[in-house]
């Protein structure tokens, strides 16, 4: 079953230094979007991404935040410079053109010290 | 009032027996109605989802929607170990990959 492959599983950062969070989607999927989940609160949605722009934005995707599918197959979370409170896993998912079900990749676990 | 409220338990329910989560929510825009299983630091992973009110099967799981009152469940028939996880209910607007606005999840285990 075709599935979302996001690396690092594990990312431990300084505070202030840039990550980039890597995902590759379901290959015929169009639409591509990040969540965060904080522990022990609710997954939230932060960006969607469809025909090479984002189409939808979350109050928590600032100017730090920026996305980019740099070639046919990845698609990018760039955090400019982290803070302790951008600790939380992060979920790639992506969906097609009329599948309501999105498939969400296992994760990356940033950790900001 | 939240958007979408999900009490996070923690329910444990012995093998076999039916269980029945559920959400409210606030927002009447809704029309899509999702229900994702987390396991343990794993991605939610879709388990159904319906469109405005009804029902809808899938083996041992049904899921209901009833707009009328902003109220949708998730009913496990014959539970079993492996089900224990986190399920999550999920919405969205009509227009199409619109974002996801989860629960915050029900943490579920059951007892061999």
């Known amino acids: 079953e075709p599935e979302v492959t996001q690396t690092p599983s594990h990312q431990v950062t300084q505070m202030g230094q840039e990550v980039i969070l890597r995902c590759v989607p379901i290959?015929?999927?169009?639409?591509f979007y990040w969540y965060r989940q904080i522990l022990g609160q609710k997954v939230e949605f932060l960006v969607s991404?469809?025909?090479?722009?984002?189409?939808?934005k979350s109050e928590i995707f600032d100017d730090q935040f920026s996305v980019e599918r740099p070639d046919g197959s990845n698609f990018t979370l760039k955090i400019r410079s982290t803070k302790l409170e951008d600790s939380a896993m992060y979920f790639c998912?992506?969906?097609?053109?009329?599948?309501?079900?999105?498939?969400f990749g296992s994760g990356t676990r940033l950790t900001v010290v | 009032q939240k958007e979408v409220e999900q009490d996070p338990g923690p329910l444990s329910v012995p093998e076999g027996a039916i269980v029945s989560l559920n959400c409210t929510y606030s927002?009447?825009?809704?029309?899509?109605f999702m229900w994702y299983r987390q396991y343990s630091r794993k991605g939610p992973e879709l388990l159904m989802y319906?469109?405005?009110?009804g029902n809808k099967e899938d083996g041992r799981f049904t899921a209901q929607v009833d707009k009328s009152s902003k109220y949708i469940s998730l009913f496990i028939r014959d539970s079993q170990p492996s089900d224990s996880a986190t399920y999550l209910c999920?919405?969205?607007?009509?227009?199409?990959?619109?974002?996801?606005?989860f629960g915050k999840g029900t943490r579920l285990s059951v007892i061999a």
């Open positions: 290959s015929n999927h169009l639409y």
């Open positions: 927002n009447s825009a809704f029309q899509y």
């Open positions: 319906t469109y405005s009110s």
């Open positions: 999920a919405m969205s607007r009509p227009s199409g990959n619109t974002p996801l606005v």
């Open positions: 998912a992506s969906s097609g053109q009329t599948d309501y079900g999105y498939t």
């Open positions: 991404f469809y025909n090479n722009e984002i189409s939808e």
